[in-house]
């Protein structure tokens, strides 16, 4: 919910971003969205690789706390080589970990349960999403972008903490297993 909602602030309005801040075109700003979804794909071939080497529930926090560096290069940098750079990679990173966190989210609930367990993912992450778009617009014509990256940022942050904090030290501390990679 938290990812949901943070995404759901920025991420709609990236193609706005893209134009107010820098200028671009359409044709470019079209561009930039096809090279990001050719990077997210890759992203996601890589993302087994990465969860065979560290478990899938550390691979997710791992990639969404690399990702929220160029959150703020795309937010702050002065270049628009540089927030292009970072649009690419934040995209790349996080939806790296979609995948990784749903199946461990289904390894998670009995048989029984995985459709229940989905369509709460998915409700969630739907409704947080759309609820933020609207805070978003809000924001956006009272402050601009200055308060859509911050709030982002934060809901990133927060996310992936709460999932180190339940998922990798507290499964370690219940199963007297090190809380290292090599757990």
Same mark, same amino acid.
């Given at each position: ?8 602030? %920025? ?12 200028? %671009?075109? *359409? ?10 979804? $050719? ?12 969860? *065979? /080497?560290?478990? /899938? ?14 959150? $703020? %290069? ?5 270049? %628009?080589?540089? =927030? ?22 289904? *390894?998670? $609930? ?13 409700? =969630? ?42 998922? $990798?030290?507290? =499964? ?6 090190? =809380?290292?990679?090599?757990?």
């Amino acid at each position: 919910m938290i990812i949901g909602f943070g995404a759901g602030v %920025l991420v709609p309005f990236l193609n706005v971003y893209l134009r107010t801040r820098f200028g %671009l075109s *359409d044709v470019t700003i079209g561009f930039l969205f096809a090279f990001q979804s $050719v990077f997210m794909a890759l992203a996601t071939l890589a993302g087994p690789i990465v969860a *065979d /080497r560290l478990g /899938r529930i550390r691979a997710v926090v791992l990639v969404q706390f690399l990702s929220i560096p160029f959150l $703020v %290069l795309l937010g702050y940098a002065p270049f %628009l080589s540089l =927030s292009a750079a970072g649009f690419l990679a934040r995209a790349s990173l996080m939806n790296m970990a979609n995948p990784l966190y749903t199946a461990f989210a289904m *390894d998670s $609930v009995s048989t029984e349960r995985r459709p229940t367990a989905s369509a709460l993912m998915q409700m =969630s992450w739907q409704g947080t999403r759309g609820a933020s778009a609207l805070v978003s617009g809000q924001l956006q014509e009272t402050a601009g972008f200055s308060a859509i990256f911050p709030i982002t940022i934060g809901c990133y942050l927060l996310a992936s903490s709460l999932i180190y904090t339940f998922f $990798v030290r507290g =499964s370690a501390e219940t199963s007297g297993e090190p =809380s290292g990679p090599a757990a």
